[in-house]
């Protein structure tokens, strides 16, 4: 794995992290970043990752390769021309034959009303001295702005959006990307233009319902896109065209931004002459295993069942197989099955009803079917390999080397196993983290923290009351152990991997 501008590390060293078998390589302009990639490296005591000050535009021919994966995250909209040349010039020279490369960029139509408050709060706050008054001045102005204008006018009702788009923005995300003095969004085809270039091609997003086929899930959406494949004298129209021809392809994705109003692409490419199957090939679900961080959520009226992600997703389904498979994937998550054993279980499980989907023979596919359009409306996961995911609450539990030394160092998300977010609230949240380091058990963790909970380490307000009386903290820790725990869990942080345990609490 090679990522370009890889920063201090926040998306590579979790990689080399949770993939030890990887030889992964990052390299970045900035020294100082990479002087604290490299410090996480040691601190983990990673051995596969190698980190560089270097520049895209300049790489070293000793960089290793080709790769199989590049990734370019939140560089390629934020560098100069000839550096956005670099980057597709670096992914054609060092990816693998069947490689694939990462290029995250900002895209148009949604970036056009972001250009316009980003161009305006930028020439406002130019003459501002430092970072931190650029960002008190580019808000301000803002503010300014949609506020002068009457309601329900066009340019107030922009203005007032961008405000409110900036106002959940952190400070750091305003400076790095509105404030950026590059920053310059394409429309995907204008993309996928300069990929092909330089011998590359569209391949998909990084997250399959982030593709046309995902956001075609949304019926109007759908609908839309339809009627602007129909209008543009495509051919194959419709939202999902059987079609290996590029070009509908590209239209189909393009238009699904149209439509919606796309503002960022995560966009996986691989080299030209590769052949790709679209629609996917079905057959490939039966080799991947299945997750799904998902609950049912009730009867829905027509004898279906509904199901719900915390994010709020729903699917409804009245097919006995696909509704036995969902319900059994909401109790093993954060775990996955291979798909065989899931049709399995959820064949036995449908009984008779099974049978509604089709004949035996035909039941895999009915099954694959139904997860891979889950899998595009985002409530269903596909993966090769499942982490070594603690298979219950143990003794001396044990969260990953990576996620205490995220939390020593004061971030405040974590990644998790599964190589997500996970957000850490307040400090008593993260001593307990900091102390599931497999060598301590629950007696143990609850006495320390209660002991912070008294000397006033952990804020009063962080746990409603005042406590001075060690038991009673203890007490109060512990009432809110079991929930605690299996919500780690659930949230895939606890594991039972040594290699992961070896750093312990400094
Ligand atoms: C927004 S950060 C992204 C960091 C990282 N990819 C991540 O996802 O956390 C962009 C990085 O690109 C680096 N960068 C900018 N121009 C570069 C260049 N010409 N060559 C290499 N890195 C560059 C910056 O130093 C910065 O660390």
Redesign the pocket.
Known sequence: VL??????G??LVPIAHSLPGCTAVG????PS?IDRAVLAAQVLGLTNLTLRA????ALPDDLGGPFDYI?A???YS??PAP?RD?VLAACARLLAPDGVAYVSYNAYPGNHSRQMAREMMLYVAARSADPASQIRVARQSLATLATSRPEGELYGNLLREELKRIAELRDEHLF?DDLEPNNTPLYFHQFVEHARRHGLKYLSESEYSETAAGVAHDARTAQAMAALMATSGNRGGGAHPATDDEQLVLDREQFADFVRGRAFRRTLLCRAGIPLHRPPDLHQVFSLRVAADINPAGDAPGGGERFRNDKGITLTTNRPLARAALRRLGQIWPHSEPFPDLLAAAAAEAGPLAQREGKPEDQPLALAEALLAAHAGHLVDFRTRDPTLAPAVAVRPVTSALARHQARSGADVVTNLLGGSVRVEGTLAREFLLRLDGTRDHATIAHELAGLIVSGAIPPGEIGQQITDIDRAADVIRSAWDGKLQLLARRALLTIDSRVMRSTIG
């Open positions: 990522e370009l501008g890889c920063g201090d926040a998306t390299i970045d302009l900035a970043a270097a520049d895209v535009t990734i995250h939140g560089l934020w560098v550096v670099s790095h």
